[in-house]
């Protein structure tokens, strides 16, 4: 057996320091909008900070995440260590969009027919103040989000938020102008569809790194074949992809060779870092005469 380690960390840890800045703005700015929502009347304004609250948790849950990801383990039993943790926030973060979301759409339904007083202006003001808020998060947030599960999900639901705020100024515009108060609740309804099908889109990737599936944009045949290319190697078999966490794709392989082990663990292990990025890699090479293979029953 042979094993390489992880090189540079998890992604999460090295961007912890754009979720703090993020979760300091979101959160100072969850509390002026609420205030405003609950002055104004409005619903765009209310489900859009119910849906900055879930910022503030959400956000509030990578950091703690990114935090438990990175301690070492006591107890000598998380082999893996606590990477998974921020696989769990962004799950967490899952259930919280939806359950924003289902919210702001049932109180959206219950409105209809109803025309209660809402202030446009006030709408406009808090709107655009979020819309800076939101944007600046965005920059902070973007940098990280290609690489962490973690990150991409703060930075989905800062984006939805981004929406939410130009949704609240589009409706007081809407409302001051014609009057009718109905632009409100249409636009909190569309927000809250729309942050559900962002929750759904996440979730997927939430559950495909828990369902251990192969890491996004690895194809694992390509990988089979990548394997069987390299000299020495008469067959691949037993061949697992996954994703451990963001940032550390993971790989066990069965490889028959009729060469000496050690040279050919260093080419095979070469080809799944320098090719997929796989830099923790666990390969067993068996010889071409083997009666059976050794070390799994499944």
């Not at 754009?18 to 104004?40: D, N």
């Not at 383990?73 to 919280?96: I, M, P, W």
């Not at 790194?209 to 290319?229: F, I, K, M, N, S």
């Not at 994703?243 to 392989?253: E, F, P, Q, R």
Request: aromatic fraction near 6%.
């Amino acid at each position: 057996m042979s094993g390489s380690h992880v090189h540079g960390g998890h992604a999460g840890g090295r961007h912890r320091w754009r979720l703090a800045v993020a979760f300091g703005l979101v959160a100072a700015f969850f509390v002026v909008e609420l205030l405003a929502g609950l002055a104004s009347g409005s619903l765009a304004l209310l489900s859009d900070a119910g849906h900055m609250a879930a910022d503030v948790v959400t956000l509030g849950a990578a950091l703690v995440a990114t935090r438990v990801a990175t301690r070492p383990d006591t107890t000598g039993r998380r082999t893996y260590g606590s990477y998974r943790a921020e696989v769990f926030a962004s799950g967490f973060a899952v259930l919280v969009m939806v359950g924003v979301s289902v919210y702001v759409v049932v109180e959206a339904l219950r409105r209809l027919g109803s025309e209660p007083e809402v202030a446009s202006g006030t709408m406009v003001l808090v709107g655009a103040i979020g819309l800076v808020v939101n944007l600046v998060s965005l920059a902070l947030l973007r940098g990280g989000a290609a690489e962490s599960l973690n990150v991409r999900g703060a930075y989905l639901e800062v984006l939805a938020d981004a929406a939410g705020s130009v949704g609240v100024i589009v409706a007081a515009l809407l409302v001051g102008a014609t009057g009718n108060p109905l632009w409100d609740t249409v636009v909190a309804l569309a927000i809250g569809v729309f942050v559900l099908v962002r929750a759904v889109h996440l979730g997927r990737e939430v559950l495909a790194v828990l369902g251990q599936h192969a890491p996004a944009g690895v194809d694992p045949e390509a990988v089979r074949t990548a394997l069987e290319e390299v000299d020495g190697v008469v067959e691949v078999h037993d061949l697992h992809l996954w994703t451990l966490t963001s940032g550390m794709d993971v790989a066990t392989a069965h490889l028959v060779s009729d060469e000496a082990g050690e040279a050919v663990l260093e080419r095979a292990a070469g080809v799944l870092r320098e090719r997929f990025g796989i830099a923790h890699a666990t390969v067993q090479v068996e010889s071409p005469g083997a009666a059976a293979c050794h070390g799994t029953d499944w």
